[in-house]
């Protein structure tokens, strides 16, 4: 990154940092150098910028509000099983704020059901064969698992490949993140049952228009800046309207 900066000619830098804490030095001396920052898809720290901290540099976060993500899917997942049930957590980074939020999401929304339990939450680190262990592991250890969420690609992959792999697919219900094609095809074959898309197309677009203003108008930007998600079910999932949601 710091390459890439001492090229001179970047005025704005967009980024998605992947920790919450171990970038603020390298980002805060880009910062300090004269190159405004805006963080995509991740944060820095809590991601409250407007907030004196040693994280309050960055002009916006543009992103997904992954917490009330996680608290949908943690609420749709629970009616599913009648309100009440275990249901585990495959997560993939435990430093990451979007996936860190998704799971906070999904343990609030869970505890609103008192018969529902949060059984054990792993980390795959975006391996999508320890995803496929670790829920496979947890399958074993939890015979009575009524549902499973992967809060990302690699994650969602995995856990749905140890169901299928344990024959489970209609008995473990399988909520995910990230609209892939694999997710999609698997969801309209019942395999599944809950694919959650953000809208990356709408992120990119609002870095595009919101960094024009800044850098022709000197607009100032909302500290947050929050596009959207869709939630694909079986009921939905062949509608030609939802179709733009998948991501290519």
């Known amino acids: 990154m710091k390459a890439l900066v001492a090229r001179g000619d970047i005025d704005l830098l967009f980024t998605a940092p992947t920790s919450t804490e171990a970038l603020i030095p390298v980002l805060k001396e880009i910062h300090d150098s004269g190159i405004p920052i805006i963080t995509v898809d991740t944060y820095l720290g809590d991601g409250d910028?407007?907030?004196p901290s040693n994280y309050d540099f960055p002009l916006s976060y543009i992103g997904t509000d992954n917490f009330l993500g996680g608290q949908v899917v943690a609420?749709?997942?629970a009616l599913m099983l009648g309100g009440k049930g275990k249901v585990f957590l495959e997560n993939t980074n435990p430093d990451t704020s979007s996936v860190i939020n998704r799971e906070l999401g999904f343990r609030a929304g869970i505890a609103i059901f008192p018969d529902m339990e949060l059984a054990g939450v792993e980390y795959c680190l975006d391996v999508q064969e320890t995803a496929v262990a670790q829920v496979s592991a947890a399958l074993?250890?939890?015979p009575d698992l009524g549902g499973v969420f992967g809060v990302n690609v690699f994650s969602a992959q995995g856990a749905y490949q140890a169901v299928v792999n344990a024959g489970l697919e209609g008995v473990v219900k399988i909520a995910t993140w990230d609209a892939t094609e694999i997710?999609?095809?698997a969801l309209k074959?019942?395999?599944l049952d809950l694919v959650l898309a953000q809208m990356p197309g709408e992120m990119g677009s609002l870095c595009v228009e919101w960094g024009f203003k800044?850098?022709?108008?000197g607009a100032e930007l909302p500290k947050k800046v929050i596009p959207g998600f869709f939630v694909f079910?079986?009921?939905n999932v062949n509608d030609p309207e939802v179709q733009k949601y998948i991501y290519k």
């Open 183 to 185: 997710l999609i095809e």
């Open 214 to 217: 800044y850098l022709t108008e």
């Open 189 to 191: 074959r019942k395999e």
């Open 75 to 77: 609420g749709q997942l």
């Open 233 to 235: 079910t079986q009921e």
């Open 140 to 142: 074993q250890k939890n």
């Open 49 to 51: 910028y407007s907030k």
